[in-house]
């Protein structure tokens, strides 16, 4: 049974920073690819970044130049690091661990940009 907890949401102004952690337990992680996706209130949930095993990323055009995906296997933790923020990235943010079988989450944690 695999859990994904996320922390480091919050409240921040534009401009600002945040890093948001998702700790995976389980022995799966390191070889699997990690993701975080956001979900905005009245939207889709939205792919914002994701890492494979092998530490190759890739980030939705929204977020790139200013998100960061990064993954410490022997922590079984991944990161996303937020830099430049906006009013649109205000969203609920999700962990996500993607297997064959199933897709694994985490409960999601609240950032909000204000203007």
């Known amino acids: 049974q695999v859990q994904l907890v996320e922390s480091g949401g919050g409240l921040v102004q534009a401009g600002g920073s945040l890093r948001l952690s998702c700790a995976a337990s389980?022995?799966?992680?390191?070889?699997?690819?990690m993701a975080w996706y956001r979900q905005a209130p009245r939207k889709q949930r939205e792919l914002v970044a994701i890492?494979?095993?092998?530490?190759?990323?890739k980030y939705a055009d929204s977020v790139k130049g200013r998100f960061t995906i990064s993954r410490d296997n022997a922590k079984n933790t991944v990161y996303l690091q937020m830099n430049s923020l906006k009013p649109e990235d205000t969203a609920v943010y999700y962990c996500?661990?993607?297997?064959?079988?199933?897709?694994?989450w985490g409960q999601g944690t609240q950032v909000t940009v204000s203007s």
């Open positions: 890492i494979t095993s092998g530490g190759t990323t």
């Open positions: 389980g022995s799966i992680f390191s070889r699997n690819a």
């Open positions: 996500n661990l993607p297997t064959s079988g199933y897709d694994y």
